[in-house]
C-alpha cells in the first residue's frame, strides 16, 4: 500500500535538575557525546525496566550525523498481519531475539540544554518515559540523580502564574482519547485527580471544568471574593503541575486557561490570560508513516523536521532558557 502522511507535534524541553533549589538551571553540557557513548554499550546497559512504560532502550543510529537520541519503548501487544490477497489475518512471527518497539526520536539543540521530541506513534514513549529512562542511565551527572524535563515555554508567560495577585476564572476541558491510546491522569492535586477520576470514569465524554469567582456585585461579600481569588489562586498553582504532566505524557488536555490578576505597583491591576496550551513552545510538521503498522517514521525524515523546527524557533526557545543568541 502507498506510504501516507501523518501530523506530527514537535516539544521543546529544558533538561534540570529536579533537585536544584529555586529551579536553578544546569551548565549547558553536551549531551549528544554522552548519548552517543552510552548507547555504544551492549543493550542490557542502555536499558531502564520498570513498570509502567516497560523497557526502555536508547539507541543512536551511527549513520546520523544529528546529535538524537533514539528512545524506543517494548510493544507488549501481539500485532496481526492481514493478507490483502484473501483477507485472512495471522500473529506476526518474530525471532526468539527480537521485538516490536515504538520510538521516539530526541534532538538535542546546541545550547540551554534543550531538546526537541518527536514520537514515531501513540504509543511511543513521552516525556515521563524519558525522564524515567534519564534517570536510571544517570545521563545528567553521578551528582544529578533526578532529572527534570521542563516543557520550554514563552519567557513572559512562565512569570505570569508566579507573579498573579488573584485568579478570577479557570476552565479546564478534557476530551476523550483515541481509543487505542487511553492513558491515566496523574495526579497530585486536588482538582486534578477529581478530573483523572470523571475522565477514567467517563472515557467517551467531554469534561469541562470552571471555577469562576463571581463578579456580580451583593453575591459575594469584597471579603469574600478576595478570598475566593486566593484560594482559586492557589489551587491553580498547584494543578497547574498536573496539567503540565497530562500534556507531556497524554492527549487528553483540550483546553486550560486561567484568568489572572497581575498587580504591579506603578499601575492599576489588569487581567491577563494564562494559556497552559498554548504557551508552550511547539511545533507542527507532517511525516511519512507506513500504511502497515501506523508507526514508522523514517529516522532521517524525523531529524531533519526537528532540526527544521528548532531552528525555527531557535530566538524564542533561547530568549525562554536565558540562552544569548
Known amino acids: 500500500m502507498a506510504a501516507r502522511n501523518r501530523d506530527r507535534v514537535v516539544?521543546?524541553?529544558?533538561?534540570?535538575?529536579?533537585?536544584?533549589?529555586?529551579?536553578?538551571?544546569?551548565?549547558?553540557?553536551d549531551w549528544a557525546a554522552h548519548i552517543r557513548s552510552l548507547c555504544a554499550q551492549p543493550p542490557?546497559?542502555?536499558?531502564?525496566?520498570?513498570?509502567?512504560?516497560?523497557a526502555l532502550i536508547g539507541a543512536v543510529?551511527?549513520?546520523?550525523?544529528?546529535?538524537?537520541?533514539?528512545?524506543?519503548?517494548?510493544?507488549?501487544?501481539?500485532?496481526?498481519?492481514?493478507?490483502?490477497?484473501?483477507?485472512?489475518?495471522?500473529?506476526?512471527?518474530l525471532a526468539a531475539d527480537k521485538e516490536l518497539v515504538d520510538v521516539t526520536t530526541v534532538y538535542f539543540l546546541p545550547f540551554g540544554n534543550v531538546i526537541a521530541t518527536m514520537t514515531g506513534g501513540i504509543s511511543a514513549p513521552r516525556a515521563q518515559a524519558l525522564k524515567r529512562w534519564?534517570?536510571?542511565?544517570?545521563?545528567?551527572?553521578?551528582?544529578?540523580?533526578?532529572?527534570?524535563?521542563?516543557?520550554?515555554?514563552?519567557?513572559?508567560?512562565?512569570?505570569k502564574l508566579a507573579h498573579a495577585a488573584a485568579i478570577e476564572k479557570l476552565t479546564v476541558k478534557i476530551a476523550p482519547e483515541p481509543h487505542d491510546s487511553p492513558s491515566a491522569l496523574r495526579a497530585s492535586s486536588d482538582l486534578g485527580t477529581a478530573l483523572s477520576r470523571l475522565h477514567e470514569d467517563n472515557p467517551d465524554m467531554v469534561i469541562t471544568l470552571t471555577l469562576e469567582v463571581p463578579k456580580k456585585p451583593g453575591i459575594l461579600s469584597p471579603r469574600r471574593r478576595s478570598r475566593g481569588h486566593g484560594q482559586l489562586l492557589s489551587s491553580t498553582r498547584v494543578f497547574a503541575n498536573d496539567i503540565e504532566d497530562w500534556l507531556d505524557n497524554s492527549?487528553?488536555?483540550?483546553?486550560?486557561?486561567?484568568?489572572?490578576?497581575?498587580?504591579?505597583?506603578?499601575?492599576?491591576?489588569?487581567?491577563?490570560?494564562?494559556?497552559?496550551?498554548?504557551?508552550?513552545?511547539?511545533?507542527k510538521c507532517v511525516v511519512p508513516f507506513s500504511s502497515g503498522d501506523g508507526h514508522a517514521i523514517d529516522l532521517q525524515v524525523a531529524l531533519n523536521e526537528l532540526e527544521r523546527a528548532s531552528h525555527e524557533n531557535e530566538r524564542v526557545l533561547r530568549a525562554a532558557v536565558s540562552a544569548d543568541l
Do not use: C
Open 251 to 283: 492527549d487528553a488536555v483540550d483546553t486550560a486557561a486561567a484568568r489572572a490578576r497581575m498587580e504591579a505597583w506603578h499601575s492599576e491591576a489588569e487581567d491577563e490570560k494564562i494559556d497552559f496550551v498554548s504557551e508552550r513552545i511547539t511545533a
Open 61 to 93: 543510529d551511527p549513520h546520523q550525523t544529528a546529535p538524537h537520541l533514539l528512545l524506543a519503548k517494548v510493544r507488549q501487544d501481539v500485532p496481526q498481519l492481514i493478507d490483502h490477497v484473501d483477507g485472512t489475518l495471522s500473529r506476526l512471527q
Open 11 to 29: 516539544h521543546f524541553y529544558e533538561i534540570a535538575d529536579a533537585d536544584a533549589p529555586d529551579g536553578s538551571r544546569l551548565p549547558h553540557r
Open 134 to 159: 534519564f534517570d536510571e542511565m544517570h545521563v545528567a551527572a553521578p551528582d544529578v540523580p533526578n532529572v527534570a524535563l521542563r516543557p520550554v515555554v514563552n519567557a513572559r508567560s512562565r512569570e
Open 44 to 54: 542490557p546497559q542502555r536499558t531502564a525496566r520498570g513498570a509502567g512504560d516497560g
